[in-house]
């Protein structure tokens, strides 16, 4: 138990990342993608609802003339997550026919969602797609090949929330990254 914060800090076993350290990756990523994709306008897409957190922030570090969607998925099952599909809950608003496509997620956990995402949007016929994710769990990983193309932290197998992860929808406007005590979910 933490017990220097608020209420929400009492329900976590460690702050695994503080604001600081996310504040100072996603200054360098936003500096990173911004010379990156120098003379283009890129279409940063969001991954709800964990990657609206980062989503926002990232997108105010990238100095280009880009252009947001979002995008709501969820996975028909543990059965079909295997088999890698996912429904889209919500789709993008624009098509994407010749853009660059960069996608936000919060986390890369066994990679199934991202792999199927990355192939979906491929056949609107994108011109280029990168990945951009905050966290990642490599020790997790079912998809070998997927590749990342940035990733701020790789993490260790644990349960973590804040900064747009949750659990039970809980936790996403804390603003550091933490472990969650098993406490609360082995209630
Ligand atoms: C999380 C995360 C990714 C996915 C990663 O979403 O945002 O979309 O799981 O897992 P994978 O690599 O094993 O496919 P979640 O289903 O928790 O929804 P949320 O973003 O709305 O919390």
Same mark, same amino acid.
Not at 153 to 162: A, S, T
């Given at each position: 138990?933490?017990?220097?914060?608020?209420?929400?800090?009492?329900?976590?076993?460690?702050?695994?990342?503080?604001?600081?350290? %996310?504040?100072?990756?996603?200054?360098?990523? *936003?500096?990173?993608?911004?010379?990156?994709?120098? +003379?283009?306008?890129?279409?940063?897409?969001? %991954?709800?609802? *964990? +990657?609206?957190?980062?989503?926002?922030?990232?997108?105010?570090?990238?100095?280009?003339? /880009?252009?947001?969607?979002?995008?709501?998925i969820?996975s028909y099952g543990s059965a079909t997550k295997t088999s890698g599909v996912v429904r889209?809950?919500?789709? /993008?608003?624009?098509?994407?026919? $010749?853009?660059?496509?960069?996608?936000?997620?919060?986390?890369?956990?066994s990679g199934v969602t991202l792999n199927y995402l990355k192939g979906m949007?491929?056949?609107?016929?994108?011109?280029?797609?990168?990945?951009?994710?905050? /966290?990642?769990?490599?020790?997790?990983?079912r998809v070998?090949d997927l590749?990342?193309?940035?990733?701020?932290?790789?993490?260790?197998?644990?349960?973590?929330? +804040?900064?747009?992860?949750?659990?039970?929808?809980?936790?996403? $406007? /804390?603003?550091?990254? +933490?472990?969650?005590?098993?406490?609360?979910?082995?209630?």
């Amino acid at each position: 138990m933490i017990e220097t914060e608020g209420r929400m800090y009492q329900d976590l076993t460690k702050i695994l990342v503080t604001r600081e350290e %996310i504040a100072a990756k996603v200054d360098e990523l *936003g500096k990173k993608i911004t010379a990156d994709y120098q +003379g283009k306008a890129p279409v940063l897409i969001c %991954i709800l609802k *964990g +990657g609206a957190v980062f989503f926002t922030d990232l997108a105010r570090a990238i100095d280009l003339p /880009l252009t947001m969607e979002f995008m709501a998925i969820s996975s028909y099952g543990s059965a079909t997550k295997t088999s890698g599909v996912v429904r889209v809950v919500k789709d /993008l608003d624009n098509d994407i026919l $010749n853009k660059d496509v960069i996608i936000v997620e919060d986390i890369v956990d066994s990679g199934v969602t991202l792999n199927y995402l990355k192939g979906m949007l491929g056949h609107r016929g994108a011109a280029s797609i990168r990945i951009v994710t905050l /966290l990642d769990k490599p020790a997790r990983r079912r998809v070998k090949d997927l590749k990342v193309d940035y990733s701020c932290f790789n993490i260790p197998d644990e349960f973590v929330v +804040g900064y747009g992860l949750d659990y039970d929808q809980k936790y996403r $406007n /804390l603003p550091d990254i +933490g472990v969650l005590s098993p406490n609360v979910y082995e209630k």
